[in-house]
């Protein structure tokens, strides 16, 4: 990923977040200065090499993506039902524990017997 790429993409994540109101994005700001820092915004998807989105800035560009296909998926199957705040919010946030649990940075492994049978470790 460019520096051009990871600086449009840090816009958006701004512009999104901005729909989030107060006081709801500021609890969001903490909780990601605290518990993450930037690490949130330049880290990979995923450590595995051959994993989605396993670049620096992976993880902010995988969860814009997910924004976009998730409106799309919402508009087409259930239009109405679920405000743009609630679609951003999930969206730019469901992978917020990849980028680690307060007191360490990205995804603290915690392998279960099924990743351990099918090689997912």
């Known amino acids: ?27 969001v700001d903490e909780m990601m200065e605290s518990q993450t820092g930037t690490w949130y915004l330049t880290s990979p998807a995923s450590s595995r090499e051959n994993f989605h989105s396993c670049f620096p800035g992976g993880l902010l560009d995988h969860s814009l ?17 679920f405000s743009d705040e609630a679609l951003v919010f999930v969206a730019l946030f469901h992978d917020l524990g990849k980028s680690g649990d307060g007191e360490h940075e990205g995804d603290v492994p915690n392998p279960t017997d099924w990743q351990r049978r099918n090689g997912e470790l």
């Open 1 to 27: 990923m460019t520096d051009e790429q990871l600086e449009k993409n840090l816009a958006a994540f701004r512009s999104l977040k901005a729909i989030i109101p107060d006081p709801r994005r500021s609890s």
């Open 65 to 81: 993506r997910v924004v976009r296909y998730l409106k799309k998926l919402a508009d087409a199957m259930c239009p109405g039902l």
